[in-house]
């Protein structure tokens, strides 16, 4: 099977996330990982565009009852970048966390072009 993206994570924060996570947890995303870097079509309930901020996804994890997300964008469609990460406790997506991710985002683009 050939790679159509390539994932990667900005700065520390995605692998701080993930050191935090039980293995189970930890197998799960890189599963996920795996299904954005080989499929064409990444079917929604692994990737979301958040609404309201341009650029901006979460991946979506379940295990059992329990939720986390990973929040990512795209630079040039075929790579992928890693944000920060959280387990999600209610409904809503809290906004802090999108807050962090769109600013971390902005940061990488601002590395970038210089």
């Known amino acids: ?3 159509i993206r390539s994932v990667v994570a900005y700065k ?3 692998k701080e996330f ?3 996570q039980p293995q189970r947890v930890q197998d799960k995303i890189f599963k996920i990982i795996e299904i954005i870097e080989y499929q064409q079509r990444i ?3 692994f990737l979301k565009h958040i609404e309201g901020e341009k650029g901006l996804y ?3 994890i379940m295990l059992g009852s329990d939720i986390w997300r990973v929040f990512c964008f795209f630079d040039n469609g075929k790579l992928v ?14 906004k802090s966390e999108i807050a962090k991710a769109v ?3 902005h940061t990488y683009y601002n590395e970038k072009g210089k």
């Open 1 to 3: 099977m050939e790679r």
């Open 12 to 14: 520390h924060y995605f």
């Open 18 to 20: 993930l050191l935090e």
């Open 43 to 45: 079917p929604e309930k």
């Open 58 to 60: 979460e991946t979506r």
């Open 81 to 94: 970048i890693l944000l920060n990460g959280f387990q999600k406790k209610t409904q809503k997506t809290p």
């Open 103 to 105: 600013k971390l985002m």
